[in-house]
């Protein structure tokens, strides 16, 4: 099983990434998914989910608005579209899959740094 994130990196507040999770090793069009994200000296938070056919999406207050998360079930990948880039939103960025609403596999992350 493997959770790969890619598409970090640096990027100046108000501009936008788009992050990626290639999933392999599982079925993932059974899995919802998650974006977890993790700052220094922080407790990781969830940002978004999405269930396992892609009708329903569920994201944090704090960044409601502003990132989608979106996933292609033939292609095994969930995405994370991140605009309006706030300085706050530095941190490793995480994709999960649930199982019966927990995370059972993690990638190992990505790293978001917003900075001027």
């Known amino acids: 099983v493997q959770l790969v994130e890619s598409g970090g990196g640096l990027v100046q507040p108000g501009g936008s990434l788009r992050l990626s999770c290639a999933a392999s090793?599982?079925?993932?069009?059974?899995?919802?998914m998650r974006w977890y994200r993790q700052a220094p000296g922080r407790e990781r938070e969830l940002v978004a989910g999405?269930?396992?056919?892609?009708?329903?999406?569920t994201y944090a207050v704090f960044v409601k608005g502003r990132f989608t998360i979106s996933r292609d079930n033939a292609k095994n990948t969930v995405y994370l579209q991140m605009n309006s880039l706030k300085p706050e939103d530095t941190a490793v960025y995480s994709c999960?899959?649930?199982?019966?609403?927990?995370?059972?596999?993690w990638g190992q992350g990505t790293q978001v740094t917003v900075s001027s």
């Open positions: 090793g599982f079925t993932f069009n059974s899995y919802d």
């Open positions: 999405i269930i396992s056919d892609g009708r329903v999406t």
């Open positions: 999960s899959a649930l199982w019966l609403g927990v995370p059972k596999y």
